[in-house]
């Protein structure tokens, strides 16, 4: 039998190996829902338009509704010699319904119709990566209450820097992700803008109404120019980019807790369930989850890297080789789904090993740069505070104590008039308290950021429960 789109210009069927060279079934079946969606959409168009009666219109969604669930319960049988999930779909429904079937092409072509359906799937896509990260925001704002007065040593080059507290280090990541959200907010913007009825590439003579479908599929509007929508995929670069981001956040996110759950660090334990064993080490408890985490980031950033080349050199408008731009996103989307789906869980169920963080929390000076700052306060410039507390740490170094430790005699070589209250910023619980500034890990500034995320997560929860 002929393919349908082998007309009578063909004296006959392609090349078998032609046919199993260049399919795309083995991927794009899983546009069917929104190949049914779409072309629901477009059938009932065409009825209003006068082009299909309405009986017409209703065999062909009887008949699209029918055909979405045989595919659902996985009773299409796919062939290559019909190469796509939208020849299948529309031979199954000629098969069924003879020339009325034939009329649903009327109007469209492929190339508007793959947009189309693929920018449904990114939309459907788009909204569930946003689901799963406002999972992960609420595990770790979850994470605040519990952790609330924790200190752990902040770090810059992996070195320790500064104390911050517990609750502040967890909304950092809730801003990253954050950002991640109103990036895929705003893509989600772009994407769904119509493309059916770009015909082929320059529209068509018959009387659609482009509008009318766009209301039906829940599109905000109409792509404006068919040239540029048939072979438009900037929509897809864009979500790939974002989830490009997503993984590099979670990647950072992992790579933290890799090191933090080592003997070396100690400052978490992982859930067991989330860890492996070793096949030769019995004690082994690794941290795979995270590891891999860490390691699909590669996919999802090879993802972003072979689509970039895909379309660098296409001329306008369709071309064949936007066929390929499928496999990279499914592969991008399915990474981050599946790092996402367990990232939230591993947030909740950690725990910070308390009395290790506790216990070696006054090495390394954190407080150095407090000490600073109250110089600075009492009139001393800058550049001369930094250097005269570089000069007590080095005192207190070869001491081996901690700046807290020192005698008063020494930090007054730095100034006469200083007295005891110098102790007062000292250690980094003192030194934690001395934060001011807006957006610091000021306990009061903290706090404050603290009861934002928890109203937006738990805002709603927390009222049902007190109704209750
Ligand atoms: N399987 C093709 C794809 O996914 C369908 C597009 C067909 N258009 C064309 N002019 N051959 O891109």
């Known amino acids: 039998m002929a393919t349908p789109s082998r007309s009578g210009v063909f004296s006959g069927d392609a090349d078998r190996r032609v046919e199993r060279f260049s399919e795309s079934i083995s991927f794009d079946c899983r546009l069917y829902e ?13 009825a209003k338009v006068g082009v299909l009666t309405p009986d017409e219109r209703d065999q062909i969604v009887v008949a699209l509704t029918e055909i979405g669930q045989t595919i659902a319960a996985g009773k299409m049988e796919f062939r290559q010699e019909l190469e796509d999930i939208h020849m299948h779909i529309e031979q199954a429904l000629i098969e069924r ?9 009327t109007g469209r072509s492929r190339n508007d119709q793959v947009a189309t359906d693929f920018r449904l799937w990114v939309r459907d896509a788009i909204d569930q990566i946003d689901r799963r990260i406002a999972a992960l925001q609420k595990a770790f704002v979850g994470r605040c209450d519990r952790d609330t007065d924790v200190i752990l040593p ?17 909304l950092a990541y ?23 009825g770009a015909a082929a590439l320059a529209g068509t003579t018959l009387p659609i109404d482009r509008h009318d479908v766009a209301n039906r599929l829940g599109f905000e509007g109409v792509a404006a120019n068919s040239l540029d929508v048939s072979s438009d995929r900037d929509f897809v670069l864009e979500f790939v980019f974002c989830l490009t981001l997503i993984a590099e956040h979670l990647s950072t996110w992992a790579e933290e807790w890799i090191l933090w759950s080592t003997v070396e660090f100690n400052f978490i334990k992982l859930p067991q369930e989330f860890c492996t064993g070793s096949s030769i080490m019995p004690q082994k408890i690794n941290p795979d989850v995270l590891e891999l985490t860490r390691g699909k980031t590669a996919r999802v950033i090879g993802s972003l890297q072979t689509l970039l080349v895909l379309v660098k050199g296409l001329p306008l408008a369709y071309n064949r080789d936007l066929q390929e731009d499928k496999p990279p996103v499914f592969n991008a989307f399915d990474t981050v789904d599946a790092c996402l789906e367990l990232a939230a869980p591993l947030v909740e169920g950690s725990e910070l090993n308390l009395a290790a963080i506790e216990e070696r929390l006054e090495r390394g000076y954190l407080d150095a740069t407090t000490l600073m700052e109250y110089l600075i306060q009492r009139g001393l410039p800058q550049r001369s505070a930094h250097h005269a507390v570089g000069a007590l740490v080095r005192s207190a170094l070869e001491r081996r104590c ?32 001395a934060f001011k500034s807006y957006g610091s890990t000021a306990p009061s500034e903290v706090a404050r950021q603290v009861a934002h995320w928890k109203s937006r997560f738990f805002g709603a929860e927390a009222r049902i429960q007190s109704a209750e």
């Open 402 to 433: 901690t700046l807290a430790e020192l005698p008063l005699t020494e930090f007054q070589k730095t100034d006469p008039n200083l007295d005891a209250s110098v102790y007062n910023v000292l250690g980094v619980h003192n030194a934690v308290r």
């Open 97 to 105: 319904l003879g020339d009325v079937g034939r009329k649903l092409h």
């Open 174 to 196: 809730c801003e990253k992700f954050e950002r991640d959200r109103s990036r895929l907010a705003d893509c989600r913007r772009r994407t769904n803008q119509c493309s059916l």
């Open 154 to 170: 902040g770090y810059t080059h992996l070195q320790r820097a500064q104390p911050v507290l517990a609750p502040h280090y967890w």
């Open 34 to 46: 929104q190949d049914v969606r779409g072309s629901i959409a477009h059938a009932q168009m065409l």
